[in-house]
């Protein structure tokens, strides 16, 4: 009889400790898990320039004068009409943004009465521009990003209206080095 009490209580302490390390192993079980997310890029060349460091970038463009039937190719005169390109390539962006072109004539540019007219995004429909307001805006949404955005913005010496320049200024203009350069600040902003 003895020998049945001692193995009904070894027995006991055995489901005893079974139990209780039954529970205590579902309060101390871990688990490691490692999330593996990616993080976004935002790489947008303007002109094959990376301005990824950048959220403005600021050029000095001299424009192309192609030239008409009155003024010969390359060369600026009152009324002449030119026009520049930038390519925004955000296809290694992985986010829509924002982007916001500043327009102005640059100090050191010998003609001041240069004005963007117009501008024409990837061969569309041109755009007209106020001659009060020279910037350009507008957002690309992350599934459209599939391309080059090729801007061309139109731009003509004025003469007429609203000309600060008279002729003698004109024609000083026209022998300078520098006489046609235009400030260009671009401005791009993540869309949250």
Same mark, same amino acid.
């Given at each position: 009889?003895?020998?049945?009490?001692?193995?009904?209580?070894?027995?006991?302490i055995?489901?005893? $400790?079974f139990?209780?390390?039954?529970?205590?192993?579902?309060?101390?079980?871990?688990?490691?898990?490692?999330?593996?997310?990616?993080?976004?890029?935002?790489?947008?060349?303007?002109?094959?320039?990376d301005?990824r460091?950048?959220?403005?970038?600021?050029?000095?463009i001299?424009?192309?004068?192609?030239?008409?039937?009155?003024?010969?190719?390359?060369i600026?005169?009152?009324?002449?009409?030119?026009?520049f390109d $930038?390519i925004? !390539?955000?296809?290694e962006?992985d986010?829509?943004?924002?982007?916001k072109?500043?327009?102005?004539?640059?100090?050191?540019?010998?003609?001041? !009465? $240069?004005v963007?007219?117009?501008?024409?995004?990837?061969?569309?429909?041109?755009?007209?521009? !106020?001659?009060?307001?020279?910037?350009i805006?507008?957002?690309? $949404?992350?599934?459209?990003?599939?391309?080059?955005?090729?801007?061309?913005?139109?731009i003509?010496?004025?003469?007429?209206?609203?000309?600060?320049m008279?002729? +003698?200024?004109d024609?000083?203009?026209?022998?300078? +080095?520098?006489?046609?350069?235009?400030?260009?600040?671009?401005?791009?902003?993540?869309?949250?």
């Amino acid at each position: 009889m003895k020998k049945k009490v001692i193995l009904l209580v070894v027995l006991s302490i055995l489901l005893c $400790l079974f139990f209780v390390q039954e529970s205590f192993a579902k309060y101390i079980t871990e688990a490691n898990e490692t999330a593996n997310m990616s993080i976004a890029r935002w790489k947008i060349l303007v002109n094959n320039e990376d301005i990824r460091d950048e959220n403005t970038v600021n050029a000095v463009i001299n424009p192309v004068f192609p030239g008409n039937d009155n003024i010969a190719e390359n060369i600026i005169a009152p009324t002449s009409e030119g026009y520049f390109d $930038l390519i925004i !390539d955000a296809r290694e962006a992985d986010v829509s943004f924002k982007y916001k072109i500043t327009l102005s004539v640059n100090e050191d540019s010998s003609v001041r !009465d $240069l004005v963007a007219t117009k501008y024409v995004i990837n061969d569309g429909e041109e755009i007209a521009l !106020d001659s009060s307001n020279q910037v350009i805006e507008n957002t690309v $949404l992350h599934r459209d990003n599939t391309g080059t955005i090729n801007i061309r913005v139109y731009i003509v010496w004025n003469d007429g209206d609203g000309a600060s320049m008279d002729n +003698s200024e004109d024609t000083s203009a026209t022998i300078s +080095s520098n006489s046609a350069m235009m400030n260009v600040s671009l401005n791009f902003t993540q869309v949250v």
